[in-house]
Nanobody, 118 residues
Framework: VQLVESGGGLVQPGGSLTLSCAAS????????MGWYRQAPGKQRESVAR???????NYVDSVKGRFTISGVNAQNMVFLHMNSLKAEDTAVYYC?????????????WGQGTQVTVSS
């Protein structure tokens, strides 16, 4: 399983950015896919999840600003980020969780840096 993130960069406060996660070796339509972030000196936190291509949930701090979506045909997951704030600055990671009958497997991408600054 490989997850490759892209789309990070430097953006001004109030701006927008879309992160992409290209998945291989796993079918995102039957996996739990999520975006996590880790700011310097802080623990990694869950930002948004899409569960088996359906239900989504978000951390309170991004509700109304971020949207997670998946394109099953492309096996890709996106995080659309609007109204970005300085506190959104972090390394963003894509995570996939797959469920077998007796086990759960988790996979992470390498991360992409998002910096919100004027």
């Amino acid at each position: 399983v490989q997850l490759v993130e892209s789309g990070g960069g430097l953006v001004q406060p109030g701006g927008s950015l879309t992160l992409s996660c290209a998945a291989s070796g796993i079918n995102i339509s039957i996996a739990d896919m999520g975006w996590y972030r880790q700011a310097p000196g802080k623990q990694r936190e869950s930002v948004a999840r899409i569960i088996r291509g359906g239900r989504t949930n978000y951390v309170d701090s991004v509700k109304g600003r971020f949207t997670i979506s998946g394109v099953n045909a492309q096996n890709m997951v996106f995080l659309h980020m609007n109204s970005l704030k300085a506190e959104d600055t972090a390394v963003y990671y894509c995570k996939a969780t797959s469920y077998a009958r007796y086990s759960v497997s988790e996979y992470w991408g390498q991360g992409t840096q998002v910096t919100v600054s004027s």
